[in-house]
């Protein structure tokens, strides 16, 4: 039985993932990944083929675009409110190990950490977020960066590893 209810839950998500990207199907994803136990808050628009796992919790006004990959494992990501989240990027709240030259790297053991961003950042297209990772309320984040360390306030991020560009200034 609950293999069959396994299988009933993996055929909705696949049917609810390829949706087009319409306000309603946007907001009609929020609701199903709040079924599955995401802690989603009003007005989120999650677009096609995002795939989320594991401990997540999106805050208010927030998007997340097409093609990104969200894996919170156990630890979790936390993104805050008004938060932008551009098509193909990637959070992983976990690494391998490698340490142990004598065991194979796929039978080591994972490390975690918790990704954590702030409210008001915005993530360009194909971005990688890595486990542990702080992004502080304000940041910008080049498109094709790879997030290895935390964030300063308000600062521009590019590179990999992504690094201080400039910081955002008031007019």
């Not at 087009?20 to 989603?40: D, E, H, Q, S, V």
């Not at 959070?91 to 994972?110: G, N, R």
């Not at 490390?111 to 971005?127: L, P």
């Amino acid at each position: 039985m609950k293999k069959l209810i396994y299988i009933i839950k993996q055929l909705i998500l696949s049917f609810v993932l390829i949706l087009p990207n319409t306000y309603f199907f946007c907001k009609l994803r929020a609701k199903y990944y709040r079924f599955l136990g995401c802690k989603i808050g009003q007005n989120v628009s999650i677009a096609a083929n995002v795939r989320i796992t594991g401990n997540v919790e999106i805050g208010n006004h927030s998007s997340i675009a097409q093609n990104c990959t969200l894996s919170g494992r156990k630890i979790g990501i936390f993104i805050g409110d008004y938060v932008m989240v551009a098509p193909g990027c990637v959070f992983v709240a976990f690494d391998h190990s490698f340490d142990d030259l004598y065991t194979p790297m796929i039978k080591q053991k994972e490390k975690e950490a918790s990704i954590i961003v702030e409210e008001d950042v915005w993530i360009a297209a194909n971005c990688t977020i890595t486990k542990g990772v702080i992004l502080k309320k304000g940041v910008i984040i080049a498109a094709n960066s790879v997030v290895t360390k935390n964030t300063e306030k308000n600062g521009i991020y590019g590179g990999v590893p992504a690094k201080l560009i400039k910081r955002r200034v008031q007019l």
